[in-house]
């Protein structure tokens, strides 16, 4: 379970123009759900995103995964047990354009210790897996928005983490694309991943499970 307790975010506390970003936020997630967190521009989905995904500290409050007390982890321990457990699928996609489909996809093996002569069967692997190697040698700059989103989902499973963080996935996308990344994410939640959407569109949020819905720093 990925469980969060009275979560803050606080920029410029005690002072004049002290912003809550989080205020209290509280909610539990079990493993294997596919949660949508659904709120308005500024509402504060990014800023609890970026903590559920250790890219970011809260002020105060605890964050556990399963038995971790993510909180106390040094920065360090954060960053190992991000690149461990946690896949990323942003809505600029995060890749390199001028590289091919198959070294993007591969690059968070160089960060987890993955032996060399491993790194090309995993990224191969993870390629065949969103049907994608069609591009394998491709430049990313050379794809269409939604094929990039495609690999972005596979670098994202690379290391085979149980959560998967996606921030507006479709947001850069038209509808047919927005529906094909929404069925692969599906998918994979049939799989076991646990799913976490950020989202402002109601069609998007309507396909997962569970909605969670933010406003001001809070859950409402």
Request: hydrophobic content about 40%.
């Amino acid at each position: 379970m990925l469980k969060l307790e009275n979560i803050y975010k606080i920029y410029n506390e005690g002072k004049d123009n002290e912003i809550r970003a989080l205020d209290g936020v509280s909610i539990a997630i079990e493993n294997g759900d596919m949660i949508c967190i659904k709120g308005a521009s500024g509402a504060g989905k990014s800023t609890l995103l970026h903590i559920i995904g250790c890219l970011d500290s809260s002020t105060k409050g605890d964050y556990y995964v399963d038995n971790v007390h993510v909180s106390t982890l040094s920065n360090k321990e954060k960053a190992k047990f991000r690149n461990q457990r946690i896949g990323f699928v942003l809505q600029n996609f995060a890749l390199i354009e001028d590289e091919s489909v198959f070294e993007n996809i591969s690059i968070p093996l160089f960060f987890s210790n993955t032996h060399f002569f491993d790194i090309d069967s995993r990224t191969t692997e993870a390629i065949k897996r969103i049907n994608i190697s069609h591009l394998t040698d491709r430049k990313v700059k050379n794809l269409s928005g939604g094929e990039k989103q495609r690999v972005a989902i596979a670098r994202a499973l690379i290391n085979n983490p149980e959560i998967i963080l996606a921030d507006e996935p479709t947001g850069a996308l038209d509808n047919k694309n927005s529906e094909m990344i929404m069925d692969i994410l599906k998918t994979l939640n049939r799989n076991g991943k646990t799913i976490i959407i950020i989202t402002h569109e109601q069609y998007i949020a309507e396909r997962c499970k569970n909605i969670i819905t933010i406003s001001d720093g809070r859950i409402v």
